[in-house]
């Protein structure tokens, strides 16, 4: 009975981490024909671990047959493995941390909406206005949306609700009224 055929998938990766190179020689694809190579043979016990796989060009896999490396090169690659894997783990802990950053960043920029608002009238956005204040953020800076806070209260509440709501919806229009007028002047210099 033969053994399993190792997945695309597998391959593949294992292709990506070896860039595509014969870790044995140096030539790469297109040049030679890649394939995977166990550094511990099946025959011995090896695995389909991403440990235990190599990318081999044909010549380098099918010269090397079920003879095992040297100590010394299979501990050499199951380190550079692991170093691989490290790097990539502190790489996607950075980007959490990045990604959290912003998140507190876009939370402070909300606040600072929310609070600018509270201080002109005697409300603040409630959770669906903070939502609201967060889409804007996509297309507006903090400085555009403060500018377009002042106009939309000064002009249009009254000191009551119906037009605290009036105004608070006007200052999406007013961002992108002001923003396109800038755009229309810049164009006319």
Known sequence: MGRTPLSKKTRFE????????????????????????????????????????VTSCRDCNRGKGKRMLSDKTTIEKQKAELDKLNKRREQLEMLVEWREELSNVESKEIDAVSDAIARVSEWEPNDIGRQYIKRLFRQFTLIEVLEAVDIAFDYYYKGDSETWNVAFNKIGGICYNRKKQREDEDGNL
């Open 14 to 53: 294992v292709f990506k981490r070896d860039s595509f190179t014969c870790q044995y020689c140096g030539k790469s694809a297109p040049d030679v024909i890649l394939e995977v190579d166990h550094i511990i043979p099946v025959a011995q016990g090896g695995t389909d671990d991403l440990f235990n796989l």
